[in-house]
């Protein structure tokens, strides 16, 4: 996809707007709880500073999580109507792609890239030289399902309880912080070298955790 890309990020902290446009970013933020009120007229900002509409776009890109609830419904929702209404492809992004890819990550293995959504909870995936797996739930148990014992391992996005749970089961912990690009713009980054989903319908929300409540069947 070499034409702009419009991208939209709501799971890792705050709600973030880019447009991708030769090279050149167009970006901002609202706070998460701004989102469902400001996140259109964001948007319509960040298309007016590109001097674009939707209809000369590329295609829409939308960070699919895991992170936060609210925040990605929300990115997910609007994404989806935009490239319904404007007739767009539609790429969907891991959060965990865009933390490795911000914190220039992907040479260091074996490799933790940590996400978290309520408190307490994370949710990581462990990239190694035989692939990834991913483990989500309270933060000392969500590591120990992924870290095996070992000399060294790099963390991404980690936060001190993760890197706490980990020191007790390796020699050594690197932490990589997330640079200080806003999510959305990375993205769209991402999403340039991303084929689309056939149908904005594929795009699906990973909401990492399994549900503190069910319904009785």
């Known amino acids: 996809m070499r034409e702009p ?10 709600f973030s707007v880019s447009v991708l446009r030769d090279g050149d ?3 901002g933020k609202l706070a998460g709880n ?17 001097q674009l509409d939707l209809r000369a776009l590329g295609g829409i890109a939308v960070g699919t999580g895991p992170g936060g609830f609210t925040g990605l419904r929300i990115a997910i929702a609007f994404a989806k109507s935009l490239a319904f209404g404007a007739q767009r492809p539609l790429v969907g992004v891991s959060s965990f792609d865009i933390l490795d ?20 909870i994370a949710c990581i995936r462990r990239t190694d030289a035989h692939g990834t ?13 992924v870290t095996e014992v070992a000399d ?15 020191r007790e089961r390796v020699t050594s912990v690197h932490l990589l912080s997330p640079g ?9 980054r ?3 070298t991303r084929p689309p989903a056939a149908s904005p319908h594929e795009v699906a929300p990973d909401y990492g955790e399994t549900p503190a409540a069910r319904l009785r069947t």
């Not at 797996?133 to 399902?145: F, Q, T």
């Open 5 to 14: 890309i419009l991208a939209l990020e709501g799971a890792l902290g705050v």
């Open 25 to 27: 970013v167009e970006a």
């Open 34 to 50: 701004a989102a469902l009120e400001g996140g259109l007229g964001l948007v319509r900002a960040r298309l007016l500073d590109a």
């Open 101 to 120: 890819a911000s914190a220039d990550a992907l040479a260091r293995v074996p490799r933790l890239t940590v996400v978290h959504g309520r408190p307490g």
């Open 133 to 145: 797996r991913v483990a989500c739930g309270p933060v000392a148990e969500a590591v120990a399902r």
């Open 152 to 166: 060294e391992v790099w963390i991404v996005g980690g936060t001190e309880d993760v890197c706490s749970a980990a």
């Open 180 to 188: 200080p690009e806003l999510p959305a713009a990375t993205l769209a």
């Open 190 to 192: 991402i999403a340039r």
